[in-house]
Structure formats: C-alpha cells, structure tokens
C-alpha cells in the first residue's frame, strides 16, 4: 500500500471532474444533472447534488466490481481504519450486518451465537438466513443497569455447547458509548475455529485518537461493520465493513453485498464516505482536537451541575485490548469492570441525579431550549458529540441544562418511588446479576433486553409469515405468559425486547409496560403506543 496517497479522495474527486466537464449526458439518472428542474425553484438545493448524482459509465468504477477509483478509495479506507481490506456500504450498516450473516450462515438451520441485544438488522440478518440464534445475557454495568457484552466465559460456554456454530456476533459500542476489552473474545472465538463479527456502528472513529478506545480490529475481530455516517463525517447510509485474517469466505462475502446493496448505489454517499477516510487519514489524531475540546467543555461545566451526572466506568480509562482495568471498588460484583471498562468520550450520557427528571422529559425540556440530543431512555439522555462539535455549541447546552435544573429546583421525588410510580417494579428485572442481585437502574433502558437463561435454547429464525388467523390482539398487561405473535422493538436504539414464537415472561411484559409509560416508541409491532400487543390464539399454540 506504499502508493497510496492519505490526502486523496479518489471517488469525490472523479465527480468534481465529471462536473466540470459537463458532458451531455444519455444516460440515468432522468434527471440529467438536475436539467430537468431548470428554470424551476422546486428542486432548491437538490438541484446542486443532482451535478454529481452519476451511475456506473465510463470512469466512475462499478461499487460491485471495483478497478478504478472505488477500489483506490476502498483500499485507501482499509489503510486508515487497520483493515486487509474494506468494502463501502451504501445501505448503512444495515447491509454489513446482514451480509456478514448470510456469508458465515450460507445454508438455512445453521447456528449463531450472539448477544441477545443486538440491532434489528441482525435479527433480520437471522431471518433471511433461516439461522438457529443462539443468544448469550451480556453483562451488565453495576452502576448504570445498562448491558454491555457477554463475558468472555459465557462465549466460551456457549462456544462448547454448540460446537456446530459458525460464528459469534457481538455490539461494541452499544449506544450508549460504553465497552469492554474485546480482546479475550476475539481469542475465545480463534481458539474455537470461528470467526468473531461485531457490529461497531458507532465506533467508526475508535483508535484514531489516544483519548478513544481501541477499535474492534485491532482487538482481533475478523468482521467490522461501522457507521461512518454516525461518528464520523460521511452523509446518513454511508458505512463501511472491514475484514481480516482467514476466517471469512471473502469471494462469498462480496457475493452476499451484491444482494443486499443497490445495483445503482448513491455516487454522493460514496464520496462522502471517502471525505470521511481522507479527513482522518490525513489529520488523524488532529481531526478529533476541536471535538474533544467541546466534550471538556461540558466535562468541566457539568463540575459545576451537580444536579446532573455524567455515566462513566467506576475506573475511567481507555485501556488497549487485553489490558482492562482490574482496580474496581471493593463492594462491587466480580464481572462488573469487565463488563464496562471504555467509555466513548463523544457520547456524554447524562441524567438528572437528583432524580426528578427521568430521561425524556429531561429530553423533551432540551429540545424546547434548540438542543437536540441523540436519544433518550427512561433514565438517561445520550448527547452525541463527534469531531465536527464545536465548544460554543456546549455552552449554549451547559446554559440550557441550568435553566432546566433552576426551573425545577423545588420539585424534589425519590429516585426508586418515581420509578416505580412509572410502572415499573423489582419483578421485571433477571433473578440475578454477577453478585446476585440487580440494581433498580437496570430497568431503565431500552437497550436492555433480560432474560433468565445466560446462553439459551436454540430460536429458529425464517422468513415465514404470521398467519393472521392464528393470531389475537390483547392489552399488554394480560400478556404474562402469551406466545408473541410480533417482534416488538423500543426505538431508539432498535434492540428487539421480544421476537414472534417468544413466550412473554412477567419480567418482559412488566418492563415494556413501565418503557410504554415512561414515553418509549415501538417498532414493528402492530400498535406503536404498545397499549396492545399480538399474540398468537391459545387455541392454535402458536404453531403456525
């Protein structure tokens, strides 16, 4: 790779020039460089992206078959990010996702081990290749509630029950920006013949800065999937997957991104994708510089908000793979700094410590003040900086967080009574954490998803319908007990709490009460308030 050039951007630079050409075009697009909106204003400012929104001809390299300007750009790409090599990804990391699945799962009824709160795409990654999921519990932060990987034992475990997996997918970071080493992972999955995959949508931007924790590669992952778009600085659905060593079938891997990416994939979001490589490649650790400024900037101002605090490991550090801090507090449970170990500096999750504001509201109350923050969760709101954040924006959100916390200083309400009051109870949490016990804080999350078994049962996914017929609409609160007819998906962040053919536990139908009070949004299933819920008929026993 001595040829490369860092500074280029190959793929952004063919479209300058195919613009300032300005051949005639008789080919698609229809739209012919936004010509046929001339003399129009109803295209605005489309009409200026439609100059360099170009399909496959002569020059601008096919994203299927690359020999020119996409290759350099992808090859450009596995250099700056520690790839052998990197493919873009038009469709997000959606398509990575899926087609990482359907490359090591080739054949329907093969078996997947994966941490049960995983991304939507994955479950539908496991539908289209009729995979038997195997999900392992990941280990929860003792402090927050919120879960974070499976233990390295736990992979181990399930690595020796079902020997027949063909490989294990785990989320680092999840959305909260938190993380482990996932380096004795990477070693338990080699040392069992199978490659790990980890969805690192967003942790584009790991390792490149001595202030961020280490990237999935070089912890010894074999596939990556990253959302360029979201912590870096490329245009929504621009993603990129990276691979190495010789535990993936590369020819079937391409094979498998033919069919879940368009046949006519967006110039545009190419481009931006390598603006986004060079803008690294070429500045590394200096890109990030004003970007950490602004998160000190909240950093130190929140020293001074003791109303508000600020979700960090009980030992903050950033360590590199296979060197996690081992200096927890004495009173804490064994695995819980394992389990949370890294924090993404660019994701400042805060919450009212004083209990009076739960996490949408505290969000509601900010965005009525012009900020905007990534997410929200019954606890907790997730403010995402990147390397484009500017400190004067920080102040502005310091100076709404005050008014915030002076217009409701006289409101006072204890933490574990509010939370209760908002439906939710000691029951809808897994009978035992690392010590045997779960803090109240668990429940808070939709990024959570409990279950009693550490490793479970093989659940067969397809692509077979719900038979309607077989079904019935009841009130959540009577589905103790109930197969769900429907995958049910709190979003943000897009983790699966129940699948169809699951049976609804009392811990789950407690939980999505207390999230459907607290304000969450569903997904995916029939009535998005979550008032009612599917169910397939006692009747049929949900066997259709």
Known sequence: MDRLEPGRAPVYEMLEQYRVKGNISYHVPGHKNGDAYRGQESAGFLREVMRYDVTEITGTDDL????????????LAADCFGAEESFFLVGGST???LALILTVCPEPGMTLILQRNVHKSVIHGLMLAGVRAVFVEPQMDWHSGLMVAPAVQSIQNALAAYPEAAAVLVTMPNYYGMGSDLAPLAQACHDSGVPLLVDEAHGAHYGQHPALPAGALVCGADGVVQSTHKMLSALTMGAMLHVQGPWLDRALLRQRLAMVQSSSPSYPVMASLDLARRLV??????????????VDVLRRGLASLPRYGLLQPAEPLQPGCGAAGTGAAADMPPQSVAAYSTQDPFKAV???????LGGF???????EKGIVPEMSDDRHVVLAFSLGSKAEDTGLLLAALREIAEETADVTVNLHEDTTRQGFSTECLPAQSA????????????????????????????????????TESIGLEYSTGRMSAEMVIPYPPGIPLLYPGEEISEDICNRLIGLSQGGAKFQACADPALQQILVYNIKKGGDA
Not at 361 to 367: A, V
């Open 64 to 75: 299927h078959h690359p020999e020119g300007v996409i290759q350099e750009a992808q090859e």
């Open 95 to 97: 398509a990575g996702n």
């Open 435 to 470: 010590a045997g016990v779960v803090p109240d804080s668990a429940k808070n999350s939709t990024w959570n998803n409990f279950t009693n078994d550490i490793i479970s049962s093989p659940v067969l996914f397809s692509m077979k319908p719900v038979n309607p017929l077989e």
């Open 350 to 356: 805060i919450y009212d410590a004083a209990g009076v």
């Open 361 to 367: 509201e505290l969000q509601r109350r900010l965005e």
């Open 281 to 294: 490649h070429s500045q590394r650790a200096g890109a990030f510089t004003a970007g950490l400024a602004a």
